[in-house]
């Protein structure tokens, strides 16, 4: 009796070990031991001699590389949410289903959202720093007027993108006692309405010119391109933080870094940034200076979050080679 040959599955990054040996048992798969970003044309060999491609959000997958994908690449099942550092439509043209991995990240990432919600306006990243760079008796202990904050409780939230991840925020910022109001391409449910107490507001500008916090929950798309633009953070009140854990190019990082560096608005919490991995050093400045919380890209960083990512790839390719339509294919749009 013959077995079926195994796919060749390349994997750009390493991943957690249980992922990594479920698909060594399941694939003839090539893995990156060191977790080394591979390079442009380290890629386009990978495309050329692989069945399927499990690339990352760090990786592009651009027109040029899948219309010189050899023959043999049927699938590009991404590990990641978000599928816009793959062309999905120069895929369908080439004949290349892609899968992603969503519904895993929400919980985490709306964790580390509301941290940043608390630790901006709270100065914990300031304070944490401050007491492990002091001088023994640099600190002199409690003050009622040293390393004052600013209350969440009873302020307004301003949630831009109502998906699963901006909904999730707002359960967590209610339970803090903030008052949800939220901006989407359309209204989300009543009863999720009803059950968060948010207010809906069509005006993007109008919202942002009236909430305490502003949370950027909406993915990146061509349409949410420096959404937050320099005039929208001009609207912002300077009492306002704005806190981003969803794509760094949704904000328009140097009209923000002017607004900080101006007092415009009072403060950033940033998972994310434009230019990933390179970080301006003028937010890195605001930083040290205690106007920004910055994290490296880490609101989806449990080992949790990651090993149900990897069961989505392997349930994608495993679908996808025994002949059916893998739950979670990403459909082209428009070109």
Known sequence: ????????????????????????????????????PLSRDELGDAMARADVLVPTLTDRI??????????????IASFSNGVDNVDVNAAARKGITVTNTPNVLTEDTADMTMALVLAVPRRLAEGARFLSQAEPGEWQGWSPTWMLGRRIWGKRIGIVGMGRIGTAVGRRAKAFGLSVNYHNRGRISPETEAELEATYWDSLDQMLARVDIVSVNCPSTPATYHLISARRLQLMRPEAYIVNTARGDVID?????KCLEEDRIAGAGLDVFENEPEVNPRLLELARKGKAVLLPHMGSATLESRIDMGDKVIINIRTFFDGHRPPNRVLPGRD
Do not use: C, W, Y
């Open 1 to 36: 009796m013959t077995h079926p040959k195994k796919p060749d599955v390349f994997v750009t990054r390493k991943l957690p070990a249980p992922v990594e040996a479920r698909m060594q048992e399941l694939f003839s798969v090539t893995l990156n031991r060191d977790d080394r």
């Open 62 to 75: 651009d027109k040029d590389l899948i219309e010189k994908a050899g023959p043999r690449l049927k699938l």
């Open 253 to 257: 990082e140097e009209a923000m870094i």
